[in-house]
């Protein structure tokens, strides 16, 4: 006979179910409870971890906060407070404003980078245009003098060239 939905709720669920119903790894759900954003779980008499469907809520509702840029340090802190019986609310608005505010500042710059790398092309199909096929027109030369040395946006986001002495 199979469970009832009552069951399903109530019923001991061990890591590798809570990772499967949540989609996450096994070793995803224990860091979870090592960071302290699950709680933890009872164990049986062999040492098997027994969580809850609190648990797969939980974890779920962490992968979307991590998809909206928190990091698992302000989880840990806010879902404590939670679980201490206090009102978080205002520090988590606080927090996804920071993370709009961030992703706001990193699209102005992908503008900026978007324009500089538009300049550079217009610059490069002028200077191919005019010159014959097959001959060098400086094309590297050009970017170092287009793009000043210290430039704020790297010209590929996210990646800076190593340091070299």
Do not use: N
């Amino acid at each position: 006979m199979p469970a009832s939905p009552a069951d399903e709720t109530t019923r001991a669920l061990r890591t590798g179910e809570v990772a499967r119903l949540s989609g996450v790894s096994p070793d995803t759900v224990r860091v979870y409870e090592r960071r302290g954003l699950l709680p933890r779980p009872r164990r049986t008499s062999r040492g098997y971890r027994q969580y809850t469907q609190a648990a797969v809520d939980r974890v779920r509702l962490v992968r979307r906060a991590l998809a909206l840029g928190f990091t698992l340090e302000e989880l840990r802190v806010v879902l404590g407070a939670r679980d201490r019986g206090e009102a978080p609310c205002r520090v988590v608005r606080t927090l996804a404003a920071e993370k709009l505010a961030a992703v706001e500042s990193r699209l102005e710059q992908l503008a900026e980078l978007r324009d500089r790398i538009r300049r550079v092309l217009s610059d490069w199909d002028a200077r191919l245009a005019r010159a014959p096929r097959g001959a060098q027109v400086g094309l590297l030369q050009a970017l170092a003098e287009l793009i000043p040395e210290g430039s704020a946006s790297p010209l590929i986001p996210g990646r800076h060239p190593k340091p070299t002495r």
